[in-house]
């Protein structure tokens, strides 16, 4: 089994920045994808950012060039760098990860990823 823990968010103006942490623990070894979700009240759960195992990359176009997923293998960290933040970035942002093969890391359906944090609250005036 493997554990997330979010932490990073908060309140921000528009056009200001956050990171946003993921700690996994348990048996890291076994994910070949990580990702970060994001679901706005009365909206579906949103991909917006997945790393593979090998540090490739894949975004949400509405997040393109704003936003940066990145990882620490030493800490089993997950990061995600907010850039130029708008009040539709608001949201409940989550960290995903999953054991399955890395090539198909980057199918954004929230039912493809096993394991999921709790949460942390991005809001954006």
């Known amino acids: 089994h493997v554990q997330l823990v979010e932490s990073g968010g908060g309140s921000v103006q528009a056009g200001g920045s956050l990171r946003l942490s993921c700690a996994a623990s348990?048996?890291?070894?076994?994910?070949?994808?990580m990702a970060w979700f994001r679901q706005a009240a009365g909206k579906e759960r949103e991909g917006v950012a997945i790393?593979?195992?090998?540090?490739?990359?894949s975004y949400a176009d509405s997040v393109k060039g704003r936003f940066t997923v990145s990882k620490d293998n030493v800490k089993n960290t997950l990061y995600l760098e907010l850039n130029n933040l708008k009040p539709e970035d608001t949201a409940m942002y989550y960290c995903?990860?999953?054991?399955?093969?890395?090539?198909?890391?980057?199918?954004?359906?929230?039912?493809?990823?096993?394991?999921w944090g709790q949460g942390t609250q991005v809001t954006v005036s």
């Open positions: 995903a990860a999953d054991p399955r093969y890395a090539g198909a890391c980057y199918n954004r359906d929230p039912a493809a990823f096993r394991y």
């Open positions: 348990g048996i890291t070894y076994t994910i070949n994808c």
């Open positions: 790393i593979r195992r090998d540090g490739g990359t």
